[in-house]
């Protein structure tokens, strides 16, 4: 059974930094791009940041370019997400998705929630002052 464990969530003030993990047990995670998905209360769940399985290239939502890093660990199984600079908007439940794929290229297709094989349980981000 594969699971995607998620961590590091947590209540921050609008300015702070957080780093979210991603656990996978997957035998193969080397195999797997990553993705961070987010959703807010009453909001449709939405596109954060994706890694190629090399963690060669990144692709990220406009709104996070420059705050947020997604990188991984293919030997920890682990994909993270580094987010700088933190607001209000950003708070939300915080998911990780893999998606069975050794594609280098990314663009805007990676940001289909559909494309992902495998889903995490999600960690809380609320950032409020």
């Known amino acids: 059974q594969v699971t995607l464990v998620e961590s590091g969530g947590g209540l921050v003030q609008p300015g702070d930094s957080l780093r979210l993990s991603c656990a996978a047990s997957?035998?193969?995670?080397?195999?797997?791009?990553m993705s961070w998905f987010r959703q807010a209360p009453g909001k449709e769940r939405e596109f954060v940041g994706f890694?190629?399985?090399?963690?060669?290239?990144?692709y990220y939502r406009d709104s996070v370019k420059n705050r947020f890093t997604i990188s991984r660990d293919n030997t920890e199984k682990t994909v993270y997400l580094q987010m700088n600079s933190l607001n209000p908007a950003d708070t939300a439940v915080y998911y990780c998705?893999?998606?069975?794929?050794?594609?280098?290229?990314?663009?805007?297709?990676?940001?289909?929630?559909?494309?992902?094989?495998?889903w995490g349980q999600g960690t809380q981000v609320t950032v409020s002052s």
């Open positions: 997957l035998r193969t995670f080397s195999m797997y791009a």
């Open positions: 998705a893999a998606q069975r794929s050794t594609a280098e290229s990314v663009g805007p297709w990676v940001a289909n929630w559909r494309i992902y094989n495998y």
């Open positions: 890694i190629t399985n090399s963690g060669g290239n990144t």
